[in-house]
């Protein structure tokens, strides 16, 4: 039987990559596998702006064994992927998938043979399309539906799996389905919502670390959050007020279920500055105080860059095409605060901030203010369009000049006594973009889209093997020391 223990015993730090289940597996109902919300957003709404959906993807389902391959041959020792609930459960409750249960059997094992360390998120925005129907995460039964999905995936996977995080994203999932509106089910600037998801959201944790913990799972479970490290404008007029309101809204509700193991101390203040109800359980102390992880994954993309509230109502400014946009990325919440727009930082075309100082800033913060947890960075990667040269070979310098730098201020935070064990890139090769399709790439190996999806490592795929060879070794030598 494998064990926890032994992972970092021979491992001196997890270099490796991530996926999501919708975003690269296709094969949307092959085997059993039920409907899910994306499935459903992506064939029928109008408010699918890209018209692509996941239905093929990069076909892992069926590639899965070349990608993994890739992953060993680029030096990788470890995998990062979601499960589909729906996959397992195709309802969301009740009767299971063994069809389903095969498929991941075939994949951990298959990591395993070739010594690369799978790391499982339970779920990655995928909901099934029964549970959407019920309300989706607004319905607190969501939560138990979901403990007894983890529950089937430890039983059946916690013998050779000993890395886990429960959801990816609560926060800015939460955003997105009920703020931006661009993820189903589609609610724009609806603030309740987006707060009674992020609770719910970080109940369904709890509930499933909880039984993770009972069922006596030998391994390390966590969450997975979107960094959104909050900096404020230094023309703020009340800057104090503005961190608590902004890392609030940002950070508060993920962070301290997860690293604390309790709601936010300033839960009820933020209720009333921000007028919501939220819908709580009679128990949640109890509850969220087995929410508490073992370490927290953190997914480095940019900061929450902010102001005083300027003027004018509720508003989002979301660029979801790229096409070199200069304005700002963020939000105004009427009479509480707004993003602001820094010049002096270099932006991709999507408008987002290409930030990496934000990689050191944000591991520091934890590391202060957090009781100094194990940090893994689960994502962080380069988003662009791209396009190969006649032989399908990607020169994508552009990716590794960011890459580096993120890097180096990474080693800059562990140098300062930040526990960071592991390091996903995003992505292990291209694969659907939420909102932009297969446009957007990210991908360390090319997938050539149009010609039978075959896999072509970029450039920055071998850059960041001689990366990881020349920094294992290093390690190698300090843990044979440590021995
Ligand atoms: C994270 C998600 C990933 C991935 C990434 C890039 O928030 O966890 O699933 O998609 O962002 O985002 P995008 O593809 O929208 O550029």
């Not at 299971?96 to 690369?116: P, R």
């Not at 719910?200 to 966590?222: Q, T, V, Y």
């Not at 947890?373 to 590794?400: L, Q």
Request: net charge negative; with cysteine; proline share 3%.
């Amino acid at each position: 039987m494998r064990k926890f223990d032994d992972v970092f015993k021979n491992k001196a730090f997890l270099w490796g990559s991530a996926t999501a289940a919708y975003q690269c597996e296709g094969a949307w109902d092959e085997d059993g596998k039920g409907l899910g919300e994306w499935d459903y957003f992506n064939h029928h709404s109008p408010l699918n702006i890209n018209q692509e959906d996941g239905d093929t993807a990069s076909d892992f389902y069926h590639f899965y064994k070349k990608d993994i391959d890739m992953m060993a041959e680029g030096k990788q020792n470890t995998y990062r992927f979601s499960i589909a609930w729906s996959r397992i459960i195709p309802n969301g409750y009740g009767q299971v998938n063994q069809a389903g249960i095969e498929f991941y059997n075939q994949v951990i094992d298959y990591c395993l043979e070739k010594d690369i360390e799978p790391n499982i998120t339970l779920f990655h925005y995928d909901l099934p399309l029964e549970i959407a129907k019920e309300g989706g995460w607004l319905n607190v039964k969501i939560t138990d539906y979901f403990n007894e999905y983890a529950k089937i995936c430890f039983e059946n996977f916690g013998d050779r799996v000993k890395l886990w995080a429960t959801i990816n994203e609560p926060r800015y999932y939460a955003y997105c389905t009920n703020v931006v509106g661009n993820y189903p089910p589609n609610r724009k600037l609806d603030f309740q919502s987006y707060f009674q998801y992020q609770y719910n959201l970080m109940l369904a944790s709890a509930k499933a670390i909880r039984s993770f913990r009972e069922m006596k799972i030998d391994g390390i479970i966590g969450i997975v959050h979107d960094n959104g490290n909050v900096e404020v404008d230094p023309a703020t007029k009340e800057p104090e007020n503005i961190f608590e309101v902004a890392d609030f809204f940002y950070n508060r509700l993920i962070l301290c279920p997860t690293l604390l193991g309790q709601l936010p101390s300033e839960l009820d203040k933020m209720i009333q500055v921000f007028g919501f109800t939220l819908l709580r359980v009679e128990n949640e102390a109890e509850l969220f105080s087995y929410g508490k992880g073992d370490y927290l994954g953190l997914n480095l993309y940019n900061r929450q860059y902010v102001t005083d509230w300027q003027k004018g109502s509720s508003q989002v400014f979301h660029n979801n095409k790229g096409t070199g946009s200069n304005n700002k990325e963020g939000i105004r919440v009427e009479n509480i605060f707004e993003s602001s727009f820094d010049e002096q930082v270099r932006r991709n075309k999507w408008g987002r901030e290409v930030n990496p100082r934000v990689m050191y800033t944000a591991l520091k913060e934890i590391q202060d203010r957090y009781e100094n947890p194990m940090i893994m960075i689960t994502e962080n990667g380069h988003g662009c369009y791209e396009k190969p040269d006649a032989s399908g070979h990607v020169e994508d310098d552009e990716r590794i000049e960011v890459f580096q730098q993120f890097l180096s201020y990474m080693q800059d935070a562990i140098d300062e006594g930040v526990n960071v064990t592991g390091y996903y890139h995003w992505s292990t090769m291209d694969l659907y973009s939420w909102i932009n399709g297969y446009k957007k790439r990210y991908g360390l190996v090319r997938v050539d889209f149009d010609n039978q999806l075959e896999r072509i490592p970029k450039k920055s795929y071998f850059w960041y093997r001689d990366y990881i060879i020349n920094h294992l070794s290093q390690g190698e030598e300090k843990l044979a020391k440590s021995n």
